[in-house]
């Protein structure tokens, strides 16, 4: 298989990905807090969906995008799941939100729970899941033609045709992150938490760096894009 051809197709079909002008620069973190008692976390976390779902909901109404706004928060207890928090949808349509136990219990305060939450909900308010999709397949059509038009064989096509939709999809995910951490800053605060120290969990989060096929931004420029629209919504 022609490995380089198809590394070249790729290159050219990442230029199709929209460029961001960076935000401004994050000030230095401050150390970590210790953990909440498990206890406190839970109640902690009651109280954050009890604040933060209303808000989620109405900014999804006023958005008009998805087309059903009621939020359904779950909690995965299933032993041995690392922290994480995921959006999907469920049979019916309607989005759901997940937390892990571990990510409960990592929590160092009700502020980085909401900006999770909050971050979560913007994924479903912006489209994200189905905007993902429709990328994938535009960046395996694009790339399938400039194979086919290289003189590529049947195989080699449907290769870069796999390999272009997952090159599409990365890329704009790493745009959905930071619209979705930029949105999510702003439930939390129109929620009553500060975004800005909810953003501490990055820094305990490995750094995904700046890679090629990353599917996340560097923590740091996700702290500034939430600094940058904090100081945005305060007029600062």
């Known amino acids: 298989m022609r490995l380089p051809l198809i590394a070249a197709l790729l290159v050219s079909l990442g230029g199709c990905v929209p460029a961001y002008s ?3 620069a994050v000030p230095m973190a401050e150390p970590p807090a210790p953990r909440l008692a498990a206890e406190d976390a839970a109640r902690s976390f009651l109280t954050v969906v009890a604040r933060v779902e209303p808000v989620a909901e109405a900014q999804c ?10 939020f359904r928060i779950v909690v995965d207890d299933r032993p041995g799941q690392p922290p994480n928090a995921f959006q999907t949808l469920d049979s019916y349509g ?18 980085e729970l ?3 939450l909050g971050h979560e909900a913007a994924h479903h308010i912006a489209g994200h899941i189905p905007r993902r999709k429709d990328q994938a397949l535009s960046g395996a059509l694009l790339a399938g033609v400039l194979a086919q038009a290289s003189g590529l064989t049947p195989d080699e096509v449907r290769a870069a045709q796999d390999m272009g939709a997952e090159v599409a999809a990365r890329g704009y995910s790493r745009d959905f992150e ?16 500060d975004p800005l120290r ?3 969990f990055f820094d305990r989060l ?7 096929l990353g599917s996340h931004p560097p923590n740091a420029e996700r702290k500034a894009m939430v600094l940058a629209t904090v100081r945005r919504l305060r007029g600062t």
């Open 22 to 24: 960076p935000p401004p």
């Open 61 to 70: 109404r006023a958005r008009g995008v998805a087309g059903n706004c009621d």
């Open 94 to 111: 309607r989005p759901v939100i997940g937390f892990t136990l571990a990510l409960i219990g990592d929590a160092r305060n009700a502020d």
């Open 114 to 116: 909401a900006f999770v």
């Open 178 to 193: 930071l619209e979705a951490d930029a949105m999510g800053a702003e439930i939390a605060l129109l929620a009553g938490y």
């Open 198 to 200: 909810g953003t501490g």
């Open 206 to 212: 490995p750094d995904p760096g700046d890679r090629f």
